[in-house]
């Protein structure tokens, strides 16, 4: 199965998902994406924090990223 990675793009840089998650195709990666975007999104929130800047980026072992 392969492995995919979730890095968040914010202005101050990149925090690589060094870990990667094993799923089993794109299409579940993205449903994983929108998942921890909404996780992050509530806890932002709840936080009084604005991360309407950031971006969640997808990349698979080969690096490639979308």
Do not use: H
């Not at 709840?46 to 990223?65: K, N």
């Amino acid at each position: 199965m392969p492995r995919y990675y979730f890095n968040i793009i914010a202005g101050d840089g990149i925090r690589e998902d060094l870990e990667g998650t094993e799923l089993p195709s794109l299409e579940d990666a993205r449903l994983e994406a929108i998942e921890d975007a909404r996780t992050l999104m509530s806890d932002a929130i709840l936080l009084g924090q604005d991360i309407s800047s950031r971006r969640l980026e997808i990349c698979d072992e080969g690096e490639t990223c979308c």
